[in-house]
């Protein structure tokens, strides 16, 4: 009777440990350093939001602990409040250890115990210094702009960084199709479907065939399967007409512009890094415009009065239409847009040429075209 009462208490505990297991089957053991508030938040990315799930305080020693349930694959935030937060890919029965800095949460400084996590880290750091470089070019180029150094010296630097953003481009393709992973999807912004179908053909199967429920796999999916049906913005295809109202009221058609090479340039009033953008493309119109090359700037402004005023503003002096639709505009979704500042430049005969050429990979492009 002893020996049986023993095994019913063992049995019981073994089954209450495994009830617990199943409830928590999610572990996650973190560091914050500089910590700005005494609480991590652990929230999950559903649809367009993130749903608060739980909050954890912060020891003397600077750790914090989570048990959650996972019963698929998913995005997950922390945070300590605020817009700044660590993206984390949780996956049932992940242990994750992770260490944090609240100066700079968006990359962790180390991370173990959840594979999806540990592979968009080592994305994240990877592309980040690639970026780098890039800056790094940037800046050298900057400084022999205007200089007699400028056609010799800028042309090797608006090369290298070509080729460093080739390179970078390369790098996340071949991540993205070794180890299909939900970290894939944040990356879409970098490579993007409509520009990208080849690597899409590949990649968009695949993503779909290991996580068939997830709802972002199915969105990303069904962005695809939409833009086989659409013209293929790779180059040598034709640009699509663009045919859109003037600040003056009038209509503007892409095709009048044949027979000069056009940077179609998608952009905003409310886009910074597009209004960063302006001053370069503006020295580069007025270095080549009377070489046969033109822009065509396409707003995604909501309203008149501020697509105006940021022309007048920069000084763009080259053609601008707009339906003033936002997102919705009927050029942007015709081109794919899913981002700005996007440019596609075409050809005297209205084929494109290249697609997302900006700042020194546009100029060593016109440099090729033009001869000087």
Same mark, same amino acid.
């Not at 019913?8 to 508030?37: C, E, P, R, T």
């Not at 993007?192 to 065939?209: L, S």
């Not at 493309?281 to 090359?293: I, Q, R």
């Given at each position: ?43 999950? =990315? ?23 349930? #996972? ?32 100066? !700079? ?5 180390? $991370? ?13 750091? %990877? ?33 290298? !960084?070509? %080729? ?26 970098? +490579? ?22 997830? +709802? ?16 293929? *913005? ?28 056009? *940077?179609?340039? !998608? ?27 033109? $822009? ?24 601008? #239409? ?21 440019? $596609? ?5 209205? %084929? =494109?040429?290249? #697609? ?15 001869? !000087?």
């Amino acid at each position: 009777m002893i020996r049986k009462l023993i095994f019913s208490s063992i049995l019981l505990s073994i089954m209450g440990f495994a009830q617990a297991q199943l409830l928590n089957n999610v572990s996650i053991d973190g560091k914050l350093i500089n910590a700005k508030a005494p609480v991590v938040y652990l929230a999950m =990315i559903g649809g367009n939001a993130a749903i608060p799930l739980d909050t954890a305080k912060i020891d003397v020693n600077h750790n914090f602990h989570f048990d959650l349930m #996972v019963d698929k694959p998913g995005f997950y935030q922390l945070s300590q409040g605020g817009n700044d937060f660590t993206m984390i890919i949780l996956s049932p029965n992940d242990r994750m250890k992770i260490s944090l800095d609240a100066t !700079f949460l968006r990359t962790p400084l180390s $991370v173990s115990g959840s594979w999806e996590t540990e592979k968009l880290t080592n994305i994240t750091k %990877k592309l980040a210094s690639y970026d780098a470089k890039k800056q790094d070019l940037e800046s050298q180029y900057r400084k022999v702009y205007g200089t007699a150094a400028q056609d010799s010296v800028g042309k090797v630097l608006a090369k290298e !960084f070509e %080729k460093t953003e080739q390179s970078k481009i390369s790098f996340l393709k071949t991540s993205m199709l070794s180890e299909p992973s939900l970290s894939g999807l944040l990356f879409m912004n970098i +490579i993007k479907i409509p520009e990208n179908m080849d690597f899409y053909e590949k990649y968009a199967p695949q993503i779909k065939k290991k996580y068939p429920d997830n +709802i972002f796999v199915n969105s990303l999916y069904q962005q695809y399967m939409s833009e086989k049906g659409k013209v293929k *913005l790779s180059p040598g295809a034709m640009a699509p007409e663009i045919s859109l109202p003037t600040p003056e009221g009038t209509t503007f058609s892409l095709s009048s512009l044949r027979g000069k090479v056009v *940077l179609i340039d !998608f952009w905003a009033s409310w886009c910074s890094p597009c209004r960063r953008a302006n001053p370069h493309v503006l020295s580069l119109y007025k270095k080549y415009h009377d070489k046969g090359f033109d $822009v065509l700037g396409v707003s995604l402004d909501k309203t008149k009065e501020s697509w105006i005023k940021a022309i007048k503003d920069d000084g763009l002096i080259w053609h601008h #239409v707009s339906d003033l639709k936002y997102w919705q505009s009927e050029a942007g979704r015709a081109y794919g847009v899913q981002s700005i500042p996007h440019t $596609v430049l075409i050809d005297r005969e209205g %084929k =494109i040429i290249a #697609v997302g050429l900006r700042d020194a990979s546009l100029e060593a492009k016109l440099k090729e075209i033009f001869g !000087f």
